[in-house]
């Protein structure tokens, strides 16, 4: 068969295709991306964050007394912060231990930030003692801090751990018998990634970059409107000093800290080049419904009173502010109070997720839409088309964003492999007249099924249709992103993690492939392939791509046949090739969950042979002369 280039209809297409969606579920952010190694650091764990309340969730859930010495209490009468309302009382010398999310990793010769916040009840409490202990008490470390006095005081010290070890806890011992008020209890590594205070774990956070993702989706999902008026997620909670942030119930089950921030989700989006995209709530929570406590969508329709809807836009407009207002305004001034005086540069904002379509939503949506677009005519406002429960029809949120004239819309599908491999048209018959697309969540999926070659080749099959409508299709971004093992409330998931590896799935390949090699023009090709002289199947695809700075080109081929497919490659008209090419493959068994794709180097000309495995995806990076 032949693959032959059609050079001369090469058009335009986004260069922002393949980013990635960060919400926190499976535990992504506390006890995940977010380096904190102490659970409940802030005694706000409570019941009601609890998937379920059938488990005691509490102030003290993750600490225990130590040495049977003394009480631990909890009070509340005179917190650090109103944001911040428990914290602990140790009474004659109590002892605590956190046991962490699952254990605290550490590493033989690593340092570790410890801090704390104390006062002093009784005059009596003079300093503490903090080990990294192992069940039996073994110690891996050991640190101590002074200076505590009768106002709320935070005390930090560096702890160096001396073996390695997954399972550690962190003992906090006071050195006298006084009463202490303790709260803010925190250990960071200090290896975090690319070295930032109050960071994120170093592994994962470079496993993400390492797909070089054009841009960032934070914090959710579902996370960003919440399940509640009381639970729709609030950036200006998120921001300024630790001990003063909004903790929150996450409505996939457990406890959100806000350590992992607005301020936190820029900072990342910088360090790894990725363009920052914050959704935020439509001024309704999820299917514009008050879920009855939580769980179950059987709650009222309802959404943030229109008497205070003016003050929710303008927290809208004064996060563009924070992002990228100058550091004299009010806004700007706290990024630059945070450490970062330069503008994060925010090009795009999401509003709604998956919302349901009704008058309640249309009101507040129009809002906000209105005010961005008159007060930040520079930002490109992404707005949603409605929830992909049904499948995929879109029709009253494709109305709206063309009354209101939205420049985006973000859709959502979670799809079996057979849809992705019969709807490779589904953008061929878009109306480039109207909004652009991001399709913001997506993944070929079957519940609780893992992600396998066959999972993988088709979101690759898919990708090669997503390149060739990339001037209709803006953005994408595969979903969820992130699950730690034993606590998934979501599956398959792109990067599975424990608290000391990092497992990217199959799936993480075909990401990255295309996230490392994208383009900015696409090259039409005619696909003539023929398997046991049959013409092959929608289960082969081509795509192919240029990248204007490095003018390199890149070929895709997925071939989801049971057969190899051989094939000629006709570049004619795409330029003159440095000879020797880069190739990845990416192969194995339908329901290989370990496969990753192997390197060689082939030599190309304007004409060149290639023969495709059964199973794979072929992507061949050609540098031009
Ligand atoms: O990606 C998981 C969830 O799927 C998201 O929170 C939500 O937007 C979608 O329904």
Not at 265 to 275: P, S, W
């Amino acid at each position: 068969g032949t693959i032959t280039l059609k050079a001369a209809e090469s058009k335009k297409i986004s260069d922002m295709l393949v980013g990635v969606f960060f919400e926190d579920i499976n535990y992504a952010a506390d006890g995940g991306l977010y380096a904190e190694l102490v659970q409940n650091r802030d005694f706000e764990y409570a019941l009601s964050d609890k998937e379920g309340r059938d488990k005691d969730w509490n102030s003290t859930t993750a600490w225990s007394l130590s040495g049977g010495k003394g009480t631990l209490a909890i009070d509340s009468v005179q917190p650090i912060h109103a944001n911040n309302k428990h914290y602990a009382i140790l009474k004659s010398g109590a002892a605590i231990i956190n046991s962490g999310y699952d254990g605290i990793a550490v590493k033989a010769g690593d340092s570790y930030d410890f801090s704390i916040f104390a006062k002093n009840i009784d005059g009596k409490a003079s300093g503490i003692k903090v080990r990294l202990i192992g069940a039996n008490g073994e110690v891996y470390g050991e640190t101590s801090v002074k200076g505590i006095s009768t106002a709320w005081k935070k005390i930090s010290a560096v702890l160096k751990a001396t073996k390695t070890v997954a399972d550690a806890r962190l003992e906090v011992v006071p050195q006298t018998n006084g009463t202490l008020a303790v709260d803010m209890i925190s250990l960071f590594p200090q290896k975090t990634y690319k070295g930032r205070k109050n960071g994120l774990r170093a592994d994962l956070a470079q496993t993400v970059a390492d797909l070089h993702p054009k841009f960032m989706r934070f914090p959710g999902g579902c996370v960003a409107h919440g399940d509640g008026l009381g639970n729709i997620y609030r950036w200006k909670n998120t921001i300024g000093p630790l001990e003063s942030r909004k903790p929150l119930r996450n409505l996939w089950g457990y406890h959100q800290t806000t350590g992992l921030g607005y301020f936190e989700y820029f900072q990342y989006c910088e360090d790894m080049g990725a363009a920052p995209l914050p959704v935020i709530a439509a001024g309704v929570p999820c299917q514009n419904s008050a879920i009855d406590e939580h769980i179950g969508l059987g709650g009222q329709q309802c959404g943030v009173p229109m008497e205070e809807m003016g003050q929710y836009v303008q927290d809208i407009l004064d996060l563009v502010e924070y992002a990228n207002g100058p550091v004299t305004s009010k806004w700007g001034k706290l990024r630059a109070e945070a450490g970062h005086p330069k503008p994060f540069n925010l090009k795009y904002v999401g509003i709604g997720n998956e919302d349901l379509i009704t008058d309640l939503f249309e009101e507040r949506y129009a809002m906000i839409v209105k005010a961005m677009k008159d007060k930040h005519p520079e930002i490109t406002v992404i707005g949603t088309v409605g929830p992909a429960a049904e499948g995929t029809d879109y029709e009253e949120g494709w109305a709206l964003a063309d009354k209101l004239d939205i420049p985006m819309v973000d859709e959502h599908y979670y799809q079996p492999v057979g849809w992705f491999i019969n709807n490779q048209d589904y953008y061929d018959r878009y109306d480039r007249s109207k909004s652009k697309v991001y399709l913001g969540e997506y993944a070929a999926f079957l519940p609780g099924r893992p992600n396998n070659i066959e999972t993988a080749l088709a979101e690759a099959l898919y990708l090669t249709a997503l390149e060739r409508n990339g001037d209709v299709v803006s953005m994408t971004s595969y979903a969820p992103m992130l699950a730690k093992e034993n606590h998934t409330q979501w599956n398959p998931d792109l990067i599975y993690f424990n608290n000391t590896e990092v497992k990217p799935t199959v799936g993480y390949y075909t990401q990255q492939l295309y996230g490392q090699n994208a383009g900015d023009v696409y090259l039409p090709s005619d696909v003539a392939l023929k398997d046991a002289n049959k013409e092959v199947s929608n289960r082969v695809a081509v795509s192919v791509v240029r990248d204007s700075k490095s003018k390199d080109l890149i070929v895709k081929i997925v071939n989801m046949l049971p057969v190899a497919v051989n094939s000629i490659v006709n570049l004619e008209g795409a330029g003159a090739f440095v000879p020797s090419a880069k190739r990845y493959v990416l192969t194995g068994t339908p329901d290989s969950k370990t496969a990753k794709p192997v390197a060689d180097t082939i030599t190309v000309g304007t004409t060149f042979p290639c023969a495709v495995p059964a199973y794979s995806f072929t992507l061949i990076r050609i540098k031009t002369k």
